[in-house]
């Protein structure tokens, strides 16, 4: 248990409004990700960060930001959400401090777009 | 343009088999390569990693095999088990370039039938 919770875990919002989606991590990782599971796609990266307040975009970034204010925390935002951004959510964390590559996932949260 | 590709999109095997799932990739700035297991409704959970520097790594039942002059890897999974049955991701990262970021493949499902 890499001590990750998401929050929500499910959610149904109209096209249009904003939506954030939470990641809280009780470790103290340095590096946190958001990512996007759809079929045929795999899980493809939106953001990442290497610290407070330190982000980078990944493949998918378009339509989100995120922030990371504390390290515990890193949040997603669907400014405006679409129909194409229905999806299941994961948020993950590494350590960073060794030659560990590996990242731990949380449970996921589903949101859909209508 | 998909740099980790899984090309069987799923796979049965009987218990107590052999499961042999397969991956490839075209970016040589990879030198890391990891594979998940995920459940439905969970997040992925590591499994096995492998660095460039070798060709073999085990870890118990499940041993990932790299051929980098084919650019692929392969998971086997010895015996299989019902409780094995569950969608296989293949992950990739530089590690040269700090190792931040995994790009995945579509994933594999593997049933694994009585």
């Known amino acids: 248990d890499a001590g990750i919770t998401q929050s929500p875990r499910h959610k149904v919002t109209e096209t249009g409004t904003p939506v954030t989606l939470r990641c809280h991590q009780t470790?103290?990782?340095?590096?946190m990700y958001w990512y996007r599971q759809d079929p045929g796609h795999g899980l493809r990266l939106i953001h990442y960060?290497?610290?407070?307040?330190?982000?980078d975009k990944g493949e998918v970034s378009d339509g989100y930001s995120v922030s990371r204010s504390k390290t515990e925390d890193f949040l997603l935002t669907l400014e405006s959400a679409t129909s194409s951004q229905t999806s299941v959510y994961f948020c993950?964390?590494?350590?960073?401090?060794?030659?560990?590559?590996?990242?731990?996932f949380g449970p996921g949260t589903r949101l859909t777009v209508t | 343009d998909q740099q980790v590709k899984q090309n069987s999109p799923s796979l049965s095997v009987q218990e107590g088999r052999i499961s042999i799932l397969n991956c490839d990739y075209t970016n040589s700035m990879f030198d890391y390569f990891l594979w998940y297991k995920k459940y439905p409704a969970e997040g992925p959970t590591f499994l096995i990693s492998i660095s460039s520097i070798k060709d073999k790594n085990e870890d118990g039942r499940f041993t990932v095999f790299l051929n980098k002059s084919a650019k692929h890897l392969s998971l086997h999974i010895v015996p299989s088990q019902p409780g094995d049955s569950a969608v296989y991701f293949c992950a990739a990262s530089g590690v040269t370039g700090g190792g931040n970021k995994l790009t995945f493949g579509t994933g594999t499902q593997l049933k694994v039938e009585l």
């Open positions: 993950a964390i590494r350590d960073g401090t060794g030659l560990d590559y590996e990242q731990y």
């Open positions: 470790e103290n990782h340095r590096y």
């Open positions: 960060s290497y610290g407070v307040k330190d982000t």
